[in-house]
Nanobody, 120 residues
Framework: QVQVVESGGDTVQAGGSLRLSCAAS????????MGWYRRFPGNERELVAR???????NYADSVKGRFTISRDKTQNTMYLEMNSLKPEDTGVYYC??????????????WGQGTQVTVSS
């Protein structure tokens, strides 16, 4: 079993900052890539940022220059530093992890999401 838990969502004013955290735990041998996605009301989840085990990153165009993804491989944790927040950043933010488990399987685990609300 693998658990992924997000934290750090909050309500902030436009121009403010937040730091989201994601922790993966359970029967993990290794984690390949981890990513942040967000869901706007009525829409599907879209990629916000992703980071590989080697540290390579990619970002959605809408967040480039404002958001920074990072990872602590020793702790199986990942972070999303969000600056210059805009009302259109409002949504539920989800973390996922591509995990190789102790049972020899590979799977993508998702967290339950954390709400980010940016007021104008």
């Amino acid at each position: 079993q693998v658990q992924v838990v997000e934290s750090g969502g909050d309500t902030v004013q436009a121009g403010g900052s937040l730091r989201l955290s994601c922790a993966a735990s359970g029967s993990i041998v290794s984690i390949n890539a981890m990513g942040w996605y967000r869901r706007f009301p009525g829409n599907e989840r879209e990629l916000v940022a992703r980071i590989t085990s080697g540290g390579s990153t990619n970002y959605a165009d809408s967040v480039k220059g404002r958001f920074t993804i990072s990872r602590d491989k020793t702790q199986n944790t990942m972070y999303l530093e969000m600056n210059s927040l805009k009302p259109e950043d409002t949504g539920v933010y989800y973390c996922n992890a591509d995990v190789f488990t102790k049972y020899g399987s590979s799977l993508r685990s998702w967290g339950q999401g954390t709400q980010v609300t940016v007021s104008s």
